[in-house]
């Protein structure tokens, strides 16, 4: 199993770098896309190269965030990766507990490995409170499992079993499709607690636009109904399927 560490980051100049040099202290494999950013962030990652070595993937128009996780999976093949272990920008992902993941990924080497985080900080703004409970109903109705956290971005994923890559939307919904597909194509979502930290809101620095995204989420989640009727849901049961099939007949 080869991982690297792949941080998308879009104009987080104040934290990325304290990331990348965290990151970097538990993991020597670090590659971080620079999503079109309009701020100072890509002149100090071509400063911090000089202090840490990591692989950078940058452009010039911002494609969101599920675009710059294609870009990192592709540039993740290119180089002879089978794992990619994402991180979040922002600084709300303790990158110290990227060797949880990694050893449940050594485990489940075929699975996607969630990091699920406790929703009981009381900076935790509530719209993601809502957010995520909402999106976990909806995963729950279109895949008939349950785990606690479908909206976190620290996950490792093998790269060979991730699902609908080539249909994967760009902004943020983007991560709830890549488990919907997965779960559909048969990988197991196995869920890791991890902390969280979330500044106080006059520190806070988001991209979520709660009414447009929220817009987003509802669309998705109704077109993936929809799919889950005519196409995941017979994939799921075939998969079943097969697996009873073996186990009698080994």
């Not at 969280?196 to 809101?201: I, Q």
């Not at 109904?225 to 075939?238: F, H, Q, S, T, V």
Request: aromatic share 10%; with cysteine; glycine share 6%.
């Amino acid at each position: 199993m080869r991982t690297t560490l792949l941080i998308p980051t879009y104009n987080n100049v104040t934290t990325v770098c304290d990331v990348i040099r965290r990151a970097a202290a538990v993991w020597p494999e670090v590659m971080v896309v620079n999503d079109g950013s309009t701020d100072d962030t890509l002149a100090r990652l071509q400063e911090l190269q000089h202090e840490v070595p990591f692989e950078l993937v940058t452009y010039d128009r911002n494609r969101g965030k599920g675009g710059a996780l294609k870009v990192g999976f592709r540039r993740a093949q290119a180089l002879g990766f089978t794992h990619v272990l994402t991180l979040d920008a922002d600084g709300q992902h303790y990158p110290e507990d990227a060797p949880l993941l990694l050893q449940a990924g050594n485990q489940h080497p075929e699975a996607i490995i969630v990091g699920s985080r406790s929703f009981d900080d009381e900076n935790m703004p509530g719209g993601n409170v809502f957010a995520n409970k909402f999106s976990n109903f909806w995963f729950t109705v279109q895949t008939l499992q349950h785990i606690p956290d479908t909206q976190t971005g620290f996950r490792l994923y093998p790269l060979r079993h991730l699902g609908g890559l080539r249909v994967l939307t760009s902004r943020y919904e983007a991560e709830l499709e890549l488990l919907v597909f997965s779960a559909w194509r048969g990988t197991k979502l196995i869920p890791v607690p991890v902390r969280v930290y979330y500044p106080s809101p006059e520190e806070r620095v988001s991209h979520f636009r709660p009414t447009m995204d929220f817009l987003r989420i509802t669309v998705l989640n109704t077109v993936l109904c929809l799919l889950a009727i005519i196409y995941g849901g017979p994939r799921m049961l075939l998969h079943r399927l097969c697996r009873l099939f073996t186990k009698t007949h080994s």
